[in-house]
């Protein structure tokens, strides 16, 4: 059984910065594609960023250079910077991967708010 669980949200100001980690059950190498999503309330859940195993990277356009995904191949962790936040930013942040199947994690909420 595959796990992907999400760390670090919370609530910032805009401008601000926060670090979400995703820790995965198995070896990084293990997915073609990990990355995040997001779900605003009433929106649908919209890529935010993947790394495919040859490490090439994709970002929304909404997040491109503010947003940077990194792995962490020995501690299988994935990583989300997330800088200058915007109030349009916040969502529930969803940690994917996909071998076979897609694999999902419980998602962790990100607030940005004055």
């Known amino acids: 059984q595959v796990q992907l669980e999400e760390s670090g949200g919370g609530l910032v100001q805009p401008g601000g910065s926060l670090r979400l980690s995703c820790a995965a059950s198995?070896?990084?190498?293990?997915?073609?594609?990990i990355g995040w999503y997001r779900q605003a309330p009433a929106k649908e859940r919209e890529l935010v960023a993947r790394?495919?195993?040859?490490?090439?990277?994709n970002y929304a356009d909404s997040v491109k250079g503010r947003f940077t995904i990194s792995r962490d191949n020995a501690k299988n962790t994935l990583s989300l910077q997330m800088n200058n936040l915007k109030p349009e930013d916040s969502a529930v942040y969803y940690c994917?991967?996909?071998?076979?199947?897609?694999?999902w994690g419980q998602g962790t909420q990100v607030t940005v708010s004055s």
């Open positions: 994917y991967g996909f071998m076979i199947n897609n694999y």
């Open positions: 198995r070896s990084i190498f293990s997915f073609l594609t």
């Open positions: 790394i495919n195993s040859g490490g090439n990277t």
